[in-house]
């Protein structure tokens, strides 16, 4: 069994800056990748940032590229996410996501509100 514990979320004016932190436990072999997506009302699910364990590799979607910074701990199994220069389209529940396996299996954290007011 795998947690994921998310932390960090709340309400920001836009421009602000928040930093989310999703924890991953239990029985984790391996960690494949870890990531943050988010979900917004009447939106389907979206890919913010994911780094790979091997290799390091990051990736972005292109509307926070410059602004969102996605950073790993791995002695902590803990993924961050520092958001900066937050509009109010980024307003969304964010979703921490771990790769873990074999087999590659991946799990969901609770998800974490963050809300940019204009």
């Known amino acids: 069994q795998v947690q994921l514990v998310e932390s960090g979320g709340g309400l920001v004016q836009a421009g602000g800056s928040l930093r989310l932190s999703c924890a991953a436990s239990?029985?984790?072999?391996?960690?494949?990748?870890m990531g943050w997506y988010r979900q917004a009302p009447g939106k389907q699910r979206e890919l913010v940032a994911i780094i790979t364990t091997v290799g390091r590799t990051i990736n972005y979607a292109d509307s926070v590229k410059g602004r969102f910074t996605i950073s790993r701990d791995i002695a902590k199994n803990t993924v961050y996410l520092q958001m900066n220069s937050l509009k109010p389209e980024d307003t969304a529940v964010y979703y921490c996501n771990a790769n873990i396996g074999p087999p590659r299996i991946n799990y969901w954290g609770q998800g974490t509100q963050v809300t940019v007011s204009s």
């Open positions: 239990g029985s984790i072999f391996s960690i494949n990748a």
